[in-house]
């Protein structure tokens, strides 16, 4: 699959940026503005759903690269839609549910035929709508989607470009504009916008995709490691809130990157590049270890960081109930 020019990422790039511009003016005048409760972790108001440029960078993609991958495409938009609805008018879960399910489904029937065993297609399936709402509710202050966004598809080009070809190359480099092109309005002290479930859904869509798209062409299921500091995140949280009886489904404030943003009064941007930079370090092990098939150091690596996350919020729990 072979990559466009740089005069076609240059125009993409100042595409997205006036799409983005202009949905700025339409998200102001029509009031699609996130504005703090007492679940945010932000304390100004800034646009919700600047994240759109997400599905439009996937759509021009499309466009311009012979409508590869159809049924991707159409998950993508239909996931996207439906959560930019839910940005403005907050639906039923169960409808978001269907639909995430649907998308999934549509991924899935692009990679056909996979050959896996009908338990593990279930559980990927299962697995991929889990990821995608631990995506959404992992995106709770300014740059921390964004920058594991970013982190993430650069380490997919990186695979691509060194290790085995498994994607489109102009897929992750389009994307990662339209990243860098939101992380330039939200990557900030006081975020001009914020990604909104359109963007974190999308985006997560995207990513489940290209991680599918390599374990099917190398038969390795490690590489879900990519995401280790999110999924680990993601997890610890559910547990926590299940043994204390919640409804994992609201929005909360227990996460640890918003235990260190709000308790501990950390920098937002200084959290976000902690979680981004923590997750690359433990790329660079896994592209390191798995083309040699060396499976251990990075399980070995992941076994040790759960532990220590582990440590460390149930101390950082224990301090903020000493403090309350």
């Not at 102001?28 to 599905?55: E, K, L, Q, W």
């Not at 009064?265 to 798995?290: D, E, R």
């Amino acid at each position: 699959m072979e990559s466009k020019s740089n005069l076609y990422f240059l125009g993409v790039a100042l595409i997205l940026l006036m799409i983005e511009l202009v949905y700025f003016r339409i998200a102001m005048r029509y009031s699609i503005i996130d504005r703090p409760n007492d679940r945010s972790s932000h304390v100004n108001h800034a646009i919700r759903g600047g994240g759109v440029i997400f599905i439009v960078s996937v759509l021009i993609w499309f466009c311009t690269h012979e409508f590869l991958w159809p049924w991707f495409v159409v998950g993508a938009f239909a996931i996207a839609v439906i959560s930019f609805l839910d940005d403005v008018i907050s639906l039923n879960p169960l409808g978001r549910f269907l639909v995430q399910l649907i998308a999934v489904l549509l991924l899935f029937i692009q990679m056909w035929p996979l050959n896996w065993p009908v338990y593990l297609l279930v559980m990927a399936v299962v697995v991929c709508v889990g990821a995608l709402n631990a995506f959404n509710f992992m995106d709770g202050i300014n740059g921390i989607t964004g920058v594991y966004a970013l982190v993430s598809l650069v380490s997919f080009a990186y695979i691509q470009t060194s290790y085995v070809s498994f994607t489109d190359i102009s897929l992750i480099v389009v994307v990662s504009i339209a990243v860098l092109i939101f992380l330039f309005f939200n990557f900030r002290k006081n975020a001009r916008c914020f990604a909104g479930d359109v963007g974190s859904v999308t985006i997560a869509f995207v990513l489940i995709f290209l991680l599918i798209q390599l374990i099917y062409v190398t038969h390795n299921f490690l590489w879900p490691l990519l995401f280790l500091v999110y999924g680990t995140d993601s997890i610890v949280t559910i547990i926590f809130r299940l043994r204390r009886k919640e409804n994992i489904f609201k929005p909360h404030r227990t996460h640890l990157f918003q235990y260190l943003s709000n308790e501990l009064k950390w920098s937002h941007l200084v959290v976000s590049l902690l979680y981004g930079a923590i997750q690359a370090v433990f790329n660079v092990v896994l592209f390191v270890s798995l083309p040699q098939q060396q499976n251990i150091p990075p399980m070995a690596l992941a076994i040790a960081f759960f532990c220590l996350y582990l440590l460390v919020r149930i101390l950082l729990t224990r301090r903020i109930q000493l403090a309350n």
